[in-house]
């Protein structure tokens, strides 16, 4: 149990533009969960968390109106990249608050590449 | 002041041995937890071991301990019989009490690559 399916798992796009990766869990349900950014060969970093129905609470320095996150149900949240620049190429994690696994299940993560 | 650290960005370790990778945190929360990761270059991030702070035993899984000193704020991960598959990024992460505004998030370290050698 506690799987969760994190799309598209790697994404190529022109700078300008915006992108949105999609985090849903298929077998249970998580009212919060948690955004992470991680930059090649570093940690993961916290942008922000999320509240089924609520508006997200994001970490200092994370812009909330570049990264738009959406937590509308149970099992579904997504981020949206606004206006995407090369330097927000990176790996980008969503984490659901469960019952596994101690309480965290991972989505296999997300390969941003801003051209 | 950071809340976990990982010293050792790299290690080496031969087939068959065993090797422990550092990890020490920094908390005044009295209820916390503690997680080791696995993170193989596809970038998943796979659960090894937990940790508790009011745990009295030190936790196992499998050829994965962890090394608790609570004393000195130490949470070493240790891996027996080391195998080429465990040739990956390792972190070690703190999730605090969400009463104490934790919010019940994971902190993670730098972590530490760990390669095996024949």
């Known amino acids: 149990g506690a799987v969760v399916s994190q799309h598209p798992s790697w994404v190529i796009c022109k700078s300008g533009t915006s992108v949105k990766i999609e985090c849903r869990s298929l077998?249970?349900?998580?009212?919060?969960m948690f955004w992470y950014r991680q930059f090649p060969k570093q940690s993961l970093m916290l942008m922000a968390t999320?509240?089924?129905?609520?508006?997200?609470?994001?970490e200092q320095g994370v812009e909330k109106d570049k990264f738009l996150i959406n937590h509308a149900s149970l099992t579904l949240s997504t981020l949206t990249v606004t206006s995407a620049h090369p330097e927000d190429s990176s790996f980008y994690i969503c984490?659901?608050?469960?019952?596994?696994?101690?309480?965290?299940?991972f989505g296999s993560g997300t390969r941003l590449t801003v051209v | 002041a950071q809340k976990i650290t990982q010293t050792q960005p790299g290690m080496f370790v031969q087939e068959k041995e065993a090797v422990t990778l550092d990890c020490t945190y920094d908390?005044?929360?009295?209820?916390?937890?503690l997680f080791w990761y696995k993170q193989p270059s596809s970038g998943e991030m796979i659960f090894l071991i937990y940790?508790?702070?009011?745990?009295?035993q030190n936790a196992t899984e499998g050829r994965y301990s962890l090394n608790f000193q609570k004393a000195r704020k130490s949470a070493n991960l240790v891996i027996s019989a080391s195998q080429l598959g465990d040739s990956a990024m390792y972190f070690c992460?703190?999730?605090?009490?969400?009463?104490?505004?934790?919010?019940?998030?994971?902190?993670f370290g730098t972590g530490t690559q760990l390669k095996v050698e024949l």
């Open positions: 999320s509240n089924e129905g609520s508006k997200a609470t994001y």
């Open positions: 992460a703190m999730r605090e009490a969400a009463l104490t505004g934790g919010g019940n998030k994971l902190t």
């Open positions: 077998d249970f349900q998580a009212t919060t």
């Open positions: 940790q508790g702070s009011y745990d009295q």
């Open positions: 908390t005044s929360d009295p209820s916390y937890g």
């Open positions: 984490t659901f608050r469960t019952r596994a696994n101690y309480g965290y299940t």
